[in-house]
């Protein structure tokens, strides 16, 4: 009777998971995880499906990890499923403190990750490819505005360099700590006084010749990988170094949890475009400066050769002032001339330098640390008289 019993007791505990399994595995093979749908595949190309209790394609399911639920005590943790409640056929990734893209066979590579409790950037242990990049600028997101000071000088502190990258360094860059992850020999389970550790050494998977044939497919595909990577960490690249540029601009750089260093690019177009227009203001103002000069010393605007210019200009018996490289300049003399000099003024008509010329064609060679930098006015004084004049752009 109690046998009897007993049977009876297993058949109505059976029948009940029948009736209300929420795991089933159809005919043609496919499983499905929640209310039990038909027809909606009938081509069979999923292996698995998981169907919500919401809406009429029984939208809203989820795939959950670890501790999920307890929505009061912040229990969304991490799952996957339907962005939303309705048929949105969104894809809906959600980790609660972050998550990690990670790649080859061992998965301490990481390739991407979100930790917020660590860094407040979704960081990439990659390049990244994209046709365009839109970065969030409205006004009524900022605060604290302030226009920018000096950016041509702050900028003339930062020196642009040529470089490859270390590829043991970044690799040592994208490992995560080990002990988050499972080893790839052992599985063992933490029983006292029970040894239940599974053996996966590669030679366990080697059992048939496609299992070998896959392995030896992967070791290729990985070695490809890894020269195609080689090659791009190898590749000349130019930018700056973060070290240099916290000196300078410690707002355009941030170091991560691991101590490596970013850039803030996108923040020196600013200066850039401040720089430019700072450089154009000098630019117009020289212009009327050298305007002013020009009249003050009697000598014609359109008299004035450009310094860009090394056009020879024919001898006349009268005296020339040629352009040269650097803040030098050719000059050739006329047969009577008895004394020459070489005056040079700067934009203010302040003189600079005077040369007294010996011979009757040369080079006035000048150093441009006898000058320093900007736009000139060389004027050729023969016998006392103006002979000639050149308007000379001096750079570094």
Known sequence: MK???FFSF????????????QLKVLQNGRVQAGPVVTGDDPYNATSMQIYGNTGTMRTGSKLSFGDFGRYDHLGWNVFAGEYGTTDTDQLWLHGKLGFYLTSTGNATNVVAYYNPSANSNFVFNTNLRVNGINISSDARLKENIKPLQNP???LSLVNGVSYTYSLSAIKEARKQDESKFVSDATVATPQAGIDNTVNTAASDFASSADTAEKMNRDKQVQAEIDRKEAAEANRKRIGFLAQDIQKVLPELVQTDENGVMSIDYIGFIPLIVESLKEMQNTIAEQDEQIKH????????????????????????GNGKLFNADGASVRYSLPADCMQANLHIFDITGKIVKEIKLDTAADFANIHNSETGFGTFIYTLIIDGRKADTLKKYVSR
């Open 3 to 5: 046998l009897k019993t």
């Open 293 to 316: 000069l020009s009249e003050k010393l009697g000598v014609e605007t359109k008299g004035l050769r450009s310094s860009t210019s090394n056009e020879e200009i024919n001898m006349d």
């Open 10 to 21: 297993i058949l109505l505990i059976c029948v009940n998971l029948s009736i209300n399994a």
């Open 152 to 154: 041509l000088n702050m």
